[in-house]
């Protein structure tokens, strides 16, 4: 069956940096758009990065210039390179997989993802 797995995340100063890693298996995920969300506590998930079959890659607002997506589909493994970052980042962050990355609209969106992991806790202070 179909795994997500996370790792990476921990507790680290503002400023500083932290990269999580998913390993996806039982499935190929060079045929499926890959992609971060968080869920900060008392929040709703968010959509924070994707990254396409293509290797387009799509930000959050909130993220953009600061994090990186990015694939490696020979280890069938997604990648998230957090930087700057700030006490807001604090959440619960899952890596997901599925058909799609945006809506029509170019949006991101939760809908196309039908694979999620258990997520790695990220922590500034």
């Known amino acids: 069956h179909v795994q997500l797995v996370e790792s990476g995340g921990g507790s680290v100063q503002a400023g500083g940096s932290l990269r999580l890693s998913c390993a996806v298996s039982?499935?190929?995920?060079?045929?499926?758009?890959l992609g971060w969300f968080r869920q900060a506590l008392g929040k709703e998930r968010e959509a924070v990065a994707v990254v396409a079959r293509d290797g387009s890659t799509t930000y959050s607002d909130s993220v953009e210039g600061r994090f990186t997506i990015s694939r490696d589909n020979a280890k069938n493994t997604v990648y998230l390179q957090m930087d700057s970052l700030s006490v807001e980042d604090t959440a619960m962050y899952v890596c997901?997989?599925?058909?799609?990355?945006?809506?029509?609209?170019?949006?991101?969106?939760?809908?196309?993802?039908?694979?999620w992991g258990q997520g790695t806790q990220v922590t500034v202070s």
């Open positions: 039982g499935i190929f995920a060079s045929s499926l758009c």
């Open positions: 997901a997989a599925g058909i799609y990355c945006v809506s029509p609209q170019g949006a991101l969106t939760q809908r196309g993802f039908t694979y």
